[in-house]
């Protein structure tokens, strides 16, 4: 048995997909279906009290033209997306980040999309850490977690539960 439950559960009786291709010879046909929920509502594993998607935008502090960049970077976002929620540059490791970050929290969907495309191409020497919020810290910045730029190493000691 997997661990995964299965994503098809309720397509059981479902039509089986076209194989024919589209007229650019290589993306598959979809024929027409309901809109996905997935475009206006996160997915029930989100945890309902929190954000769902933070973002940690990396830089190292000694180099100074990374730091400049990410103080424009910072200026910039809260400029672009004053409906997000932004917090203050620190310059320096907090929590479980390695090295001077700052975070942008999204609150939709579309919010997500729009601040991670728009970080792909103006994230600059910025390396960005993506995760959601379902509750279990731990997994969210390790195993649901996904990067823009290189991978930094966490320190996850500060994320897993205490034992009581």
Request: charge should be negative; hydrophobic fraction near 35%.
């Amino acid at each position: 048995m997997s661990q995964w439950p299965s994503l098809l559960a309720g397509y059981e009786g479902a039509e089986p997909l076209p194989t024919t291709t589209n007229p650019d010879g290589k993306s598959l046909y979809n024929p027409p279906g309901p809109r996905s929920a997935a475009y206006d509502e996160f997915p029930k594993q989100f945890s309902p009290s929190k954000n769902g998607f933070d973002f940690h935008i990396y830089y190292m502090p000694a180099v100074a033209a990374q730091a400049q960049y990410a103080k424009e970077l910072h200026e910039r976002v809260r400029r672009e997306f004053p409906e997000l929620r932004i917090y203050r540059l620190w310059d320096k490791p907090v929590g479980p980040h390695p090295t001077a970050m700052f975070e942008v929290d999204t609150f939709s969907p579309h919010q997500t999309g729009a601040l991670f495309s728009w970080l792909v191409v103006n994230r600059g020497p910025c390396d960005v850490l993506i995760h959601p919020n379902t509750g279990d810290v731990l997994r969210d910045h390790t195993e649901l977690a996904t990067w823009i730029g290189k991978t930094w190493p966490l320190y996850e000691e500060c994320l897993r539960p205490t034992p009581s």
